[in-house]
């Protein structure tokens, strides 16, 4: 099968690999579209051992016995869950704590930019007949994780939501503040093509320097992964308000105190990935035509055009890349 190889220094090799091999209790996903991550960066500048690509829609081929019919299209969730310890028992399989891996990160689980993947059985989220394939990966980062992290922050009818980096997250937090009725939807960016992405995802787009400007916000989802943004966010968020640090930041970052981050409460959460128990619901707003899915996707390209794909996504000109098998 055809195969990416990251080799590192922003260099993606194809090659013909050898099909999965299905161990116990897994089975073999055509890959129809794979969705160029943020966190694909680390990978793609110092190389991978294993084949990446964790956003992951496409056909079941190969049941292995268990109990996924052949032809079940789905998305392949990223992490490999227990199914049995506290929180899996509660729907919470996001925080597992006997989490085997990731799917894409950890031996032996290849990731999607290949024609074939290998994925447990739990790990299969079927789609609704009405759901594309390409909505299909949305339904994992881009909804799935930022629709988590709005969840963790309880946004209501009533509240005023700021969403600081819009990138694909960002986007994907905005597109659920709207879908969940949010009275107001703020969002920032330092690149004007993102700005105006996020307008079109009906948020008021704002520079960085006019975010200082706004009073009142009860949410503030930053998706930029900068000790900057977040600290802009702590600054600005309204008393009793949510800051949710969803972007990745991997470095120590300085908390900065002063009045505006010492003399109020507010909480300060921090949000990773979705669980499994959000899925149907999320799901449910594709279907019910709830989101404008081909606002988050600008382009669709082919595995063999994988290295320009990359170019183009961290150029900060796209909105959701998808890798097409």
């Not at 969730?77 to 028992?89: A, K, N």
């Not at 209501?156 to 659920?176: E, Y």
């Amino acid at each position: 099968m055809k195969a990416a190889r990251f080799q590192g220094n922003e260099r993606i090799e194809l090659y013909d690999a050898a099909c999965p091999a299905l161990g116990r209790d897994e089975v073999l996903l055509k890959v129809a579209y794979c969705g160029l991550c943020g966190s694909d960066m680390k990978p793609y500048r110092d190389g991978h051992a294993l084949i990446p690509g964790h956003e992951v829609s496409g056909t079941v081929v190969d049941g292995n016995g268990t109990s996924i019919p052949v032809g079940t299209r789905a998305a392949a969730y990223l992490s490999v869950f227990c199914g049995r310890c506290e929180f899996c028992i509660r729907g919470l399989t996001n925080n597992c704590v006997h989490r085997e891996g990731l799917l894409g990160w950890s031996d032996p689980w290849n990731g999607g930019y290949a024609e074939y993947m290998a994925v447990p059985a739990r790990d299969v989220l079927p789609l609704h007949d009405s759901v594309s394939l390409q909505a299909g990966v949305l339904l994992l980062d881009t909804i799935g994780t930022s629709w988590h992290a709005l969840r963790l922050a309880d946004v209501q009818a009533t509240s005023k939501v700021l969403v600081i980096g819009c990138g694909p997250l960002g986007l994907g937090a905005i597109s659920g503040a709207v879908a969940f009725g949010a009275a107001e939807v703020f969002a920032s960016d330092l690149v004007s093509f993102r700005r105006e992405a996020a307008r079109d995802l009906g948020a008021v787009s704002l520079t960085p320097e006019e975010v200082s400007c706004l009073e009142g916000i009860d949410v503030i989802i930053e998706a930029a992964g900068t000790p900057a943004t977040l600290m802009q966010a702590v600054r600005i968020v309204a008393p009793q308000g949510r800051v949710v640090m969803l972007g990745e930041i991997w470095k120590p970052w300085t908390f900065e105190p002063d009045a505006d981050t010492m003399l109020k409460d507010y909480s300060l959460i921090r949000s990773w990935y979705f669980p499994i128990s959000e899925f149907a619901e999320n799901q449910q707003y594709l279907i019910d035509q709830k989101v404008d899915v081909d606002k988050l996707i600008s382009h669709t390209m082919q595995l063999d055009d994988l290295q320009e794909a990359f170019r183009l996504f961290f150029s900060g000109q796209s909105r959701k890349v998808l890798a097409a098998s």
